[in-house]
């Protein structure tokens, strides 16, 4: 059964940083592209960034490109997203994704990120 358990989100600050994990397990992890999606109040959700199973490759929507970073640790099945130089409008619950827009996409419970003074 694939499981994909995010943590790491939390109150912080307009400047401010924080780094968010996704633990996967079930599946083959290190052959999987994956990404994280977010979702704020009231809106749709929206894919944040994306890496392939080697990690070679990142992509980033343009409203996060330069302050947003993904990477992932295929030796402990862990993705993560360094969040930083947070805006309010960054407030969301954040999501790791396998198989992001396809039937079989699976998301985990996801963690907040709230950004405020």
């Known amino acids: 059964e694939v499981q994909l358990v995010e943590s790491g989100g939390d109150l912080v600050q307009p400047g401010g940083s924080l780094r968010l994990s996704c633990e996967a397990s079930?599946?083959?992890?290190?052959?999987?592209?994956m990404s994280w999606v977010r979702q704020a109040p009231g809106k749709g959700l929206e894919w944040v960034s994306g890496?392939?199973?080697?990690?070679?490759?990142?992509n980033y929507a343009d409203s996060v490109k330069g302050r947003f970073a993904i990477s992932r640790d295929n030796a402990k099945n862990t993705l993560y997203l360094q969040l930083s130089k947070l805006r309010t409008e960054d407030t969301a619950m954040y999501y790791c994704?396998?198989?992001?827009?396809?039937?079989?996409?699976?998301r985990g419970q996801g963690t907040q990120v709230t950004v405020s003074s």
């Open positions: 890496i392939t199973s080697t990690g070679g490759t990142t």
């Open positions: 994704s396998l198989n992001y827009g396809a039937p079989d996409e699976r």
């Open positions: 079930g599946f083959s992890f290190g052959r999987s592209y």
